[in-house]
């Protein structure tokens, strides 16, 4: 009998094809059951890479030379979503993976994760936002390992040449902006700077992109004072060519022609992670934290480092013991002092604190456990949503669209994406 097989599925068998050759370029990396002393190994990947994956390494190598019955091999990759993913479908997943919230929440939804068993862990004794992070359709798909939130970072030079104190209220910070137009050089404060600040600054006036029941909110009131306030504010004081000017002027966000860290920008909202990265790049940078004063007290963003079990692994209560083992809090305390982050345990020891490269990290810490401290909505579409907000504050800082009519098309796009 004759079977046709129309374009599409020709498509389809291709890609599963495709996905299976790949896939088994990882087996002989993975399918290695026991070492010479007849223990068995689980197989971990992470993607920290340069001085974040050194402490990481140490620990895993810290876990091996103690008697747990098992051994952790470790292994760092690029392009992780792509590489675990393409591993799951060829049935070749490493029993361990490291995810961000973002990752989970679309891994979980592709039915790509085992559910953790929280028996293993007290959870009373981690910050609950962490947790609810990863946390779909009442079932824990990672745990949170590493967590972070974002905060206001000041130039205290640039703050000092204008004469001006810490930012307490939004209309300090205009004043600010308004100060360094006066004198002809880069403003202080920048509303394009950085990419993502589009994304997190409707969580100062107390919006979210996702309502309370779970409907798209683009275009709330909330988001609209936030975005109007930038537009306002700040936008309409400068000709759009030269807002652009600046901006297309930043070098790699890694590197010494950062804006931040060349000394041109002086007021911006970053993550746990900007205190290191300044001190490697622009080393005499004098930096304050503080939380960012919006229309809500202490609101933030948070961000996770997640470790996850992904489907149909050979070792899962290995995969869980290990988990355990690096969830402890000195080995936890260890990696964030080593990468300059925080755990997303609610009290740290005093040893952390004191030996702590960041002498902000309180404040991390505190914002974190804030009733106002959010996370980007959970939904498959997040990084297209994510992209769209970023493409509707463009038009606004261009002046192509007035904020109005920017979260407006964006509202109309997101339910259409949706469906």
Not at 82 to 101: C, R
Not at 121 to 144: C, H, T, Y
Not at 334 to 342: H, R
């Amino acid at each position: 009998m004759k079977v046709n097989i129309n374009e599409s599925q020709k498509n389809i068998f291709l890609l599963i094809a495709f996905l299976i050759l790949i896939a088994s370029s990882f087996a002989f990396e993975l399918i290695k059951p026991k070492n010479k002393d007849n223990k068995t190994i689980i197989s971990f990947w992470h993607y920290w890479s340069g001085t974040e994956k050194e402490p990481i390494e140490a620990l895993v190598e810290k876990f091996n030379k103690e008697n747990h019955g098992f051994k952790v091999e470790i292994l760092s990759i690029s392009m992780p979503r792509k590489k675990i993913l393409t591993a799951i479908v060829g049935n070749v997943a490493p029993d361990l993976v490291h995810l961000d919230g973002d990752m989970v929440t679309d891994f979980a939804l592709r039915n790509a994760l085992q559910e953790i068993d929280m028996s293993y862990f007290e959870q009373n004794e981690f910050i609950p936002i962490f947790l609810d992070a990863l946390n779909i359709n009442n079932k824990q798909w990672a745990f949170p390992f590493l967590g972070g939130s974002e905060a206001m970072h000041l130039n205290k030079s640039l703050l000092n040449k204008y004469q001006l104190e810490t930012p307490k209220t939004l209309e300090d910070i205009e004043i600010a902006f308004a100060k360094s137009l006066e004198t002809g050089d880069f403003p202080i404060f920048l509303p394009s700077w950085p990419s993502w600040f589009s994304e997190i600054l409707p969580f100062y006036f107390g919006g979210n992109w996702i309502d309370g029941e779970g409907k798209i909110s683009a275009n709330s009131k909330e988001n609209l004072e936030a975005w109007q306030w930038i537009e306002k504010k700040f936008i309409s004081k400068i000709p759009a060519d030269k807002i652009m000017s600046f901006s297309e002027g930043f070098g790699a966000y890694q590197s010494p022609d950062n804006p931040f860290y060349s000394g041109k920008i002086g007021i911006e909202v970053n993550g746990v992670w900007e205190k290191n990265l300044a001190s490697i790049y622009a080393k005499d940078l004098d930096v304050e934290i503080a939380a960012f004063p919006g229309k809500v007290e202490k609101a933030t963003l948070i961000r996770v480092d997640s470790l996850a079990i992904p489907k149909n692994t050979q070792h899962k209560k290995e995969a869980l013991k290990f988990i355990q083992w690096l969830a402890k809090k000195e080995n936890a305390e260890y990696i964030a002092l080593a990468q300059k982050k925080i755990t997303t345990r609610k009290h740290h020891s005093e040893c952390f604190f004191r030996e702590h490269e960041n002498k902000f990290i309180s404040i991390f810490i505190d914002l974190a456990q804030s009733p106002n401290a959010r996370y980007f909505p959970k939904v498959s579409y997040s990084n297209r949503y994510k992209k769209e907000i970023r493409v509707a504050y463009d038009k606004v800082i261009r002046k192509q669209l007035s904020a109005k009519e920017a979260l407006d098309q964006l509202q109309e796009t997101m339910l259409e994406i949706s469906e």
